[in-house]
């Protein structure tokens, strides 16, 4: 099993900036990836950004140049740094960490979630 804590987000205007933090606790070596998900009101959750234990990442299209994930191996962590912000992120981000076994088995975990609001 693998807790996630997140920790972060908050109410910002068109431009701004915010720093989204991820902290995982338990079985972490199984852990391959981790990464951010977000959902808006009435829509899907989507992928934000992810990054491998390696370090090979990988970004929603309409995030690419203005989010930077991150991960710390050593603290089990992983951060969003999101700056030019716009009101169409605003929505409720969640941390995923996406851990396996050598049989392939894949289990994903999920963090409380947390606001982000962008006003215009």
């Known amino acids: 099993q693998v807790q996630l804590g997140q920790s972060g987000g908050g109410s910002v205007q068109t431009g701004g900036s915010l720093r989204l933090s991820c902290a995982a606790a338990?079985?972490?070596?199984?852990?391959?990836?981790m990464g951010w998900y977000r959902q808006a009101p009435g829509k899907q959750r989507e992928l934000v950004a992810r990054?491998?234990?390696?370090?090979?990442?990988n970004y929603a299209d309409s995030v690419k140049g203005r989010f930077t994930i991150s991960r710390d191996n050593a603290q089990n962590a992983v951060y969003l740094q999101m700056i030019s912000l716009k009101p169409e992120d605003t929505g409720v981000y969640y941390c995923?960490?996406?851990?396996?076994?050598?049989?392939?088995?894949?289990?994903?975990?999920w963090g409380q979630g947390t606001q982000v609001t962008v006003s215009s």
């Open positions: 990054i491998t234990s390696g370090g090979s990442t």
């Open positions: 338990g079985a972490t070596l199984s852990i391959n990836a």
């Open positions: 995923n960490a996406e851990s396996g076994d050598a049989g392939g088995r894949r289990w994903d975990y």
